[in-house]
Structures are given as C-alpha cells and as structure tokens.
T-cell receptor, first 116, second 110 residues
Framework: DTGVSQDPRHKITKRGQNVTFRCDPISEHNRLYWYRQTLGQGPEFLTYFQNEAQLEKSRLLSDRFSAERPKGSFSTLEIQRTEQGDSAMYLC??????????????FGAGTRLSVL | QQQVKQSPQSLIVQKGGISIINCAYE??????FPWYQQFPGKGPALLIA?????SEKKEGRFTISFNKSAKQFSLHIMDSQPGDSATYFC?????????FGPGTRLSVLP
C-alpha cells in the first residue's frame, strides 16, 4: 500500500456528463501529480501541484479539465462534458519535499473512467 | 526531446531466466531514471532508480545499467519468477517533469 488514495476506483458515465475524481496524497507530501494512462501506454502527465499552487499543466489538459488542491492536501480532478476519448485510467501521485524525495513519486491505484 | 523510448513492447521469459528491458532518452536535462512495476488494476510502484553519475545499481534481483554517453539505460531481472509478470515502465525526470516510456509487458512462464 503506497498511501495514496483515489476515489472512486471505477466510474462509468454517459457522454456529456461531468465527473469528479478525488486524490488523497501521502500526508507529508507537498507535491501532487495527475496522470492519464490508456491501455498499453505509460502514464501521461496532466498537471502538477506544489502545495495548493497548480504550477504546471500539460497541453493534454483541455479546457474541459480542471484540477484543484484547495488546502494543499487532497486534490480533485473534474472533467466536464465527458467524451468517449476521455475513457482512461486517471492516476494520482505524490512526492515529498526534499531534493531526493521529490524525485520519488508514489502512485495511487487510479480511477478507471469509462464514458459510454 | 521529451520522449522516452522503451523496448521490447512485450517479453516472455522462462522461470529462472534473465529479463532485459531497454530504454533511451534524448533530453540531457534528465537527472533521475526510475523504473516502475505495474500489476493489473494497480498503480505503478517504484522498483529501482539510478542517477546519471552511476553506471550500475543493483537491488536484489534487479539491476539498472546506465550508459550516459549513449543516453540509454536498461533493467535486468535476474532469476525471473512468475510473480515478476507485470508491466514495467522506465521513466526519466528532471525537476517535476516525469516522462514515462510506453511500457514492457513481461510474462514469466513457470
């Protein structure tokens, strides 16, 4: 158990609906990352938080996607007006503060989204 | 330049054999090279990692070999076991930038 929790584990939704995923990182970690993983591919970076500040967003993160980390603890990823192409595993990872720990990302089990 | 290439895409090894997965990168800014293991339905888990000032790192049956001049690194799994059957991802990082390879699906036959 890595300590990163994601909820829900699975989400099935109809095209056009909004969905929200939650990530609870390891408690002492100040860095939090969201990734998307499709079948047979490695995780693709979506966005990164240091504490509550969203410092980087990938071009993959269209304007239908929004992420927050309001108190620097848990984070949410919302997808509005879902499309079938959004079907994927959404992974959250966290890492620590010091120069060594920040390189080590611990992943949650992911939320598998299926858009019908 | 942000890509990490990984091969083979899939690998079948007999129990007790050596599994070798290769990765290559272009961006010389990368300064940390972790390998992750992922089982079905689980998130990736850190297996072993290396910095570019070291040519080899060994942890139990897992060894990373690193060739800085060639910008290549590889994972060797000695005495492969059926429990090693999983998907393996190499990654390259600098700062908060993490780039993953496409993965290698390893099957170890009993």
């Amino acid at each position: 158990d890595t300590g990163v929790s994601q909820d829900p584990r699975h989400k099935i939704t109809k095209r056009g609906q909004n969905v929200t995923f939650r990530c609870d990182p390891i408690s002492e970690h100040n860095r939090l990352y969201w990734y998307r993983q499709t079948l047979g591919q490695g995780p693709e970076f979506l966005t990164y938080f240091q504490n509550e500040a969203q410092l980087e967003k990938s071009r993959l993160l269209s304007d239908r996607f929004s992420a927050e980390r309001p108190k620097g603890s848990f984070s949410t990823l919302e997808i509005q007006r879902t499309e079938q192409g959004d079907s994927a595993m959404y992974l959250c990872a966290s890492s620590g503060r010091d120069s060594l720990a920040k390189n080590i990302q611990y992943f949650g089990a992911g939320t598998r989204l299926s858009v019908l | 330049q942000q890509q990490v290439k990984q091969s083979p895409q899939s690998l079948i090894v007999q129990k007790g054999g050596i599994s070798i997965i290769n990765c290559a990168y272009e961006n010389t800014a990368f300064d940390y090279f972790p390998w992750y293991q992922q089982f079905p339905g689980k998130g990736p888990a850190l297996l072993i990692a290396i910095r570019p000032d070291v040519s080899e790192k060994k942890e139990g049956r897992f060894t990373i070999s690193f060739n800085k001049s060639a910008k290549q690194f590889s994972l060797h799994i000695m005495d492969s076991q059926p429990g090693d059957s999983a998907t393996y991802f190499c990654a390259a990082t600098y700062g908060q930038n993490f780039v993953f390879g496409p993965g290698t699906r390893l099957s170890v036959l009993p």
